[in-house]
């Protein structure tokens, strides 16, 4: 028998099951073992607690959808020519920048863009010291832009320094997107 200490509320069992029922990655008629409930339970607290959000409006790994960075471009031409970085400035907090590799502009990034589903200019919201590997990669999925192998693994490394106190720490998956979803290159 489980030993969770957790009941889920009818929202959360609603939320978890239209995930159950939209995702293929667990398609009805599959049988889930208890490891699999359980780390859909934490999804869900972790949810809560967060604002990530299950279901609706949830992006599938796919740029069919993304969003136009600046109404002047091209959506195809924003893909091929920017690429997300992840940098720290000044005061040792995470900046994420959309930079063109042609040497046109450069778009900063802030957690109101998640919030509102678009680039927000003059934004004073700020990650602080790090971004989960999941909200950066969520950022590359909302815009269609890619980013290197290097650039994720600064993202990783500094989420781990941060969060566990050293750069080669194991982080939890919880905190990664799923592997079909990244969008390095």
Not at 74 to 103: F, H, T
Request: with cysteine.
């Amino acid at each position: 028998m489980s030993d969770s200490k957790t009941l889920l509320s009818q929202g959360e069992i609603d939320a978890l099951v239209s995930f159950l029922t939209n995702s293929e990655a667990a398609p009805i008629g599959t049988v889930l073992d208890q490891s699999s409930i359980d780390k859909l339970i934490e999804l869900v607290k972790y949810n809560n607690k967060h604002g990530l959000f299950i279901g609706e409006g949830q992006n599938g790994g796919e740029c069919e959808n993304a969003v136009v960075l600046d109404k002047g471009l091209d959506l195809e031409a924003q893909k091929q020519d920017y690429e997300l970085v992840c940098r720290k400035n000044g005061k040792d907090y995470i900046e994420v920048l959309c930079v063109s590799k042609n040497g046109g502009k450069t778009y900063k990034l802030t957690p109101s863009c998640l919030l509102q589903n678009k680039r927000v200019e003059n934004d004073k919201s700020e990650w602080g010291h790090a971004i989960s590997p999941m909200h950066f990669n969520d950022l590359a999925l909302m815009f269609g832009i890619k980013y290197t192998s290097e650039t994720f693994r600064f993202v990783c490394t500094n989420f781990a320094k941060v969060m566990y106190g050293f750069e080669e720490a194991d982080i939890s998956n919880i905190y990664f997107p799923p592997e079909d979803d990244l969008l390095d290159k």
